[in-house]
């Protein structure tokens, strides 16, 4: 079904005023943001059947698939480590839907609950190891004004505390605006953002 605009825009709106959740929760009951049912306690922003439905790309028990790492995430780079892939993004998909709720109807927890669900499924495999740190991908400051939040480093932060790992939202910079990735082949995408990013020492 095509995204709607539900409980979840209105309770980011209104919680960035500072407004109490719990009214929030009484006049906008809580449902999924995929089928619209009602969450219950244990659930956030999806409900476990939806959250279990999504079209599965990485299956930490087994590795992820080798054309999968090699085609459709690396674009035939090579690679520096371990590749992992969430779910498959389907054009008019409920993982697509998703994605555009929180890139354009500024859906952090959204992203965050994403994000908490996949780094749960990444605990006691490569990427679960000491002296590993999660680094989202910055967007440019002028993207960042207008879109209102970073959705990377929303879904980093769940990753991050799914997995059990430190998040590090300031070791790279976007030092050049690029226009959008939407349309162009794997090629173009490399060119677009070539020398868009610095890298900066870890804080802390």
């Not at 006049?27 to 999806?46: D, F, K, Q, V």
């Not at 959204?110 to 499924?121: T, Y």
């Amino acid at each position: 079904m095509p995204f709607e605009l539900s409980h979840l825009s209105v309770r980011n709106w209104w919680g960035s005023l500072g407004v109490i959740g719990g009214l929030l929760d009484a006049l906008y009951p809580p449902s999924c943001a995929a089928c619209r049912r009602a969450l219950t306690g244990t659930e956030a922003e999806l409900c476990a059947a939806c959250l279990a439905a999504l079209p599965t790309a990485y299956d930490a028990a087994t590795g992820a698939d080798a054309l999968t790492t090699a085609r459709f995430i690396t674009y035939g780079l090579p690679l520096a480590g371990p590749v992992a892939a969430a779910w498959v993004f389907e054009h008019g998909g409920t993982v697509q839907q998703l994605v555009h709720a929180i890139k354009y109807h500024r859906q952090p927890s959204l992203a965050h609950a994403l994000g908490l669900a996949f780094g749960r499924r990444l605990r006691g495999t490569a990427f679960d190891r000491a002296g590993a740190m999660l680094a989202p991908v910055p967007l440019h400051p002028a993207k960042l004004r207008a879109r209102g939040i970073n959705q990377a480093e929303w879904f980093a932060r769940g990753v991050a505390e799914g997995v059990g790992l430190p998040l590090q939202a300031d070791l790279r910079r976007r030092v050049r605006a690029s226009p959008s990735q939407t349309g162009l082949d794997a090629a173009a995408r490399r060119a677009n953002v070539a020398g868009a990013f610095a890298l900066d020492a870890p804080q802390g």
